[in-house]
């Protein structure tokens, strides 16, 4: 049985898990760093660091006591080394290494991506080759998943993430920080009923673009101001259609590309959202593909979705040494070469 206790640094969130080779979750801690960033209306790079600082060492000690484990007990650790603020990067990477090579532990630098990629390995039975819709504050791409460390890149934004937007428009709204969930209980009370432009839709490719999606918001928003409840309510509605009305039609296009990809996945922070998973469920319904979202707890960040990257790597013979070096850009496509030669 291999148990790998894994880091998670590379944003506002510091969190540390065990998984097991058996796919159970033996220990899962986060500590959210909201209260730190709210007054900033957006993560502050060296706030962060520090608060990582912080926690990190409690945190990790708290996981072991869930998991009734000792170092001695663990067969590998685990932290994310990119893509993400440099300052956490570091703070989680080098704890890992310290504990690794002081208990001559095996140590493994996780991409961040991947392991949002992979999630659905650890909570369902899902085989390569699947199609993943990985949508986050940074990232939104269409991706091929094909093995560990195999991603064939279909599509991705040309300028805003999609939670980057979500973000953006709570913002400009004044519905507070983290944007997503605001964005999606607010449009709850309301109706897509403002007409709001679906960028990209009509180009024959897989990639997005919501900076003229989150302008238009800001032009209504201005011209409007200043806005009733109501309207508010209206415009996250309309907001999240517009973006729901990109993610199917984008996905549609790369279902019919790829027939092999029996299943369709949607992974990362925006994956949280229930209104964009309920429509995609029901684009996989319509075309004949087995849809699977992981927990909403597992779709924003945390530390088991590190761990289970992890375990994936280490049982195929993968490890890394320990003057590896966390990278704040490190694109899924280029994983394979980053990781080969162990
Ligand atoms: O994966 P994640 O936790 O961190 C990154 O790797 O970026 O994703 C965070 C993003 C934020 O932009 C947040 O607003 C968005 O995911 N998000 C949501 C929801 N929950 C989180 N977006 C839409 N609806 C949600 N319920
Ligand atoms: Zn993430």
Redesign the pocket.
Request: aromatic content about 8%; hydrophobic content about 45%; glycine content about 8%.
């Given at each position: 049985m291999i148990k790998i206790l894994a880091l998670e640094t590379?944003?506002d969130?510091t969190a540390v898990a065990v998984v097991d080779s058996h796919k159970r979750i033996l220990a899962h801690v986060i500590r959210s760093q909201i209260e730190e960033h709210q007054l900033y209306g957006g993560v502050v790079p060296e706030l962060a660091s520090r608060a990582h600082l912080d926690f990190l060492p409690s945190l990790v000690t708290e996981a072991l006591k869930q998991a009734r484990l000792g170092y001695g007990d663990v067969s590998a650790i685990a932290a994310t080394t990119g893509p993400?603020l440099m300052g956490g990067l570091l703070v989680g990477a080098t704890f890992a290494k310290a504990v690794a090579f002081a208990r001559n532990l095996p140590f493994l630098g996780i991409n961040?991506l991947e392991g949002?990629a992979l999630t659905v390995r650890l909570t369902h039975d899902v085989p390569f080759p699947y199609l993943l819709l990985l949508?986050?504050?940074?990232?939104c791409q269409i991706l091929e998943v094909r093995g560990v460390g195999d991603y064939k890149e279909l599509g991705t934004t040309l300028d805003d993430?999609?939670?980057?937007a979500?973000?953006k428009v709570?913002k400009m709204l004044g519905l507070g920080f983290?944007?997503?969930?605001a964005?999606?209980k607010m449009a709850l009370k309301g109706q897509p009923n403002i007409p709001l432009p679906r960028p990209l839709m009509e180009q024959n490719n897989y990639n997005f673009s919501f900076s003229g999606l989150k302008t238009a918001v800001l032009q209504y928003q201005q011209k409007h101001a200043p806005l009733s409840p109501q309207t508010v309510a209206d415009l996250c509605a309309s907001f999240q259609a517009a973006v729901r009305d990109c993610f199917v039609n984008r996905l549609t296009k790369a279902i019919q590309a790829l027939p092999l990809c029996q299943h369709v996945v949607v992974a990362?922070?925006?994956a949280?959202?229930?209104y964009?998973r309920d429509a995609l469920q029901e684009l996989c319904t319509q075309q004949g593909r087995i849809f699977v979202a992981p927990p909403l707890a597992l779709?924003?960040?945390n530390a088991a979705m590190i761990g289970w990257a992890a375990m994936e790597r280490f049982r195929l013979g993968y490890q890394d040494p320990l003057t590896l070096r966390p990278r704040p850009r490190w694109p899924l496509k280029e994983l394979t070469s980053c990781n080969t030669g162990f």
């Amino acid at each position: 049985m291999i148990k790998i206790l894994a880091l998670e640094t590379s944003c506002d969130e510091t969190a540390v898990a065990v998984v097991d080779s058996h796919k159970r979750i033996l220990a899962h801690v986060i500590r959210s760093q909201i209260e730190e960033h709210q007054l900033y209306g957006g993560v502050v790079p060296e706030l962060a660091s520090r608060a990582h600082l912080d926690f990190l060492p409690s945190l990790v000690t708290e996981a072991l006591k869930q998991a009734r484990l000792g170092y001695g007990d663990v067969s590998a650790i685990a932290a994310t080394t990119g893509p993400g603020l440099m300052g956490g990067l570091l703070v989680g990477a080098t704890f890992a290494k310290a504990v690794a090579f002081a208990r001559n532990l095996p140590f493994l630098g996780i991409n961040h991506l991947e392991g949002h990629a992979l999630t659905v390995r650890l909570t369902h039975d899902v085989p390569f080759p699947y199609l993943l819709l990985l949508t986050s504050g940074g990232h939104c791409q269409i991706l091929e998943v094909r093995g560990v460390g195999d991603y064939k890149e279909l599509g991705t934004t040309l300028d805003d993430a999609a939670g980057e937007a979500f973000d953006k428009v709570a913002k400009m709204l004044g519905l507070g920080f983290p944007g997503g969930p605001a964005v999606e209980k607010m449009a709850l009370k309301g109706q897509p009923n403002i007409p709001l432009p679906r960028p990209l839709m009509e180009q024959n490719n897989y990639n997005f673009s919501f900076s003229g999606l989150k302008t238009a918001v800001l032009q209504y928003q201005q011209k409007h101001a200043p806005l009733s409840p109501q309207t508010v309510a209206d415009l996250c509605a309309s907001f999240q259609a517009a973006v729901r009305d990109c993610f199917v039609n984008r996905l549609t296009k790369a279902i019919q590309a790829l027939p092999l990809c029996q299943h369709v996945v949607v992974a990362g922070g925006v994956a949280a959202n229930v209104y964009l998973r309920d429509a995609l469920q029901e684009l996989c319904t319509q075309q004949g593909r087995i849809f699977v979202a992981p927990p909403l707890a597992l779709c924003t960040d945390n530390a088991a979705m590190i761990g289970w990257a992890a375990m994936e790597r280490f049982r195929l013979g993968y490890q890394d040494p320990l003057t590896l070096r966390p990278r704040p850009r490190w694109p899924l496509k280029e994983l394979t070469s980053c990781n080969t030669g162990f």
